[in-house]
């Protein structure tokens, strides 16, 4: 990752500024979130694994964002407060983004440019072409709780589909992997 994605400004969730330069040293597995999708229940494997790893240098970021059939309506407040009520989460939250198409966040610009291709890539998306929603051009994030994985050297080192939940063994290998790496 280059310093200009690490110096991109970033908007917590409670209005605090903040930036990835912030997390140096840090493991971070970045994950684009929604309050009304079927895969929202991922919220609890991640918050799991957040306490299990967070001591040994692992932070989740989560960033809201309403690019997938309206899944995330909700203004910050009322994200932080379905998040807090209903899974009990502690990672930080950021404001509300976007992760596809003409309003990208640059974030988002150079994590999908960084890593274009995803683990896990084919079963999410072939079940929402089979009900006839467009998954994107090439590189496009595919859907809610898509995941990209950050060494403590700040280089992309893994990208997962939305549907390779907290628990999974290629997930978990790769965060143990980043976390046992100089």
Wanted: proline share 6%; aromatic share 8%; hydrophobic share 40%.
């Amino acid at each position: 990752m280059t310093d200009a994605i690490t110096t991109i400004p970033l908007t917590r969730i409670d209005g605090e500024a903040d930036a990835l330069a912030n997390h140096a040293g840090k493991v971070l597995l970045i994950v684009n979130v929604a309050s009304k999708c079927g895969l929202t229940p991922q919220y609890e494997g991640l918050e799991a694994l957040y306490r299990a790893k967070q001591s040994e240098g692992l932070e989740i970021l989560a960033f809201p964002a309403n690019n997938f059939n309206g899944q995330e309506p909700g203004v910050d407040d009322e994200i932080a407060s379905f998040c807090k009520t209903s899974y009990d989460v502690t990672f930080p939250l950021y404001s509300k983004i976007s992760v596809k198409g003409e309003d990208i966040h640059p974030l988002y610009v150079g994590l999908t440019a960084t890593q274009p291709e995803a683990t896990g890539d084919g079963p999410m998306r072939e079940r929402l072409q089979g009900y006839g929603i467009a998954t994107g051009g090439p590189g496009e994030v595919v859907w809610n709780f898509e995941k990209f994985l950050i060494g403590r050297d700040g280089r992309v080192v893994g990208r997962f589909a939305p549907d390779i939940d907290a628990a999974d063994p290629r997930l978990l290998s790769a965060v143990d992997q980043a976390l046992s790496a100089d």
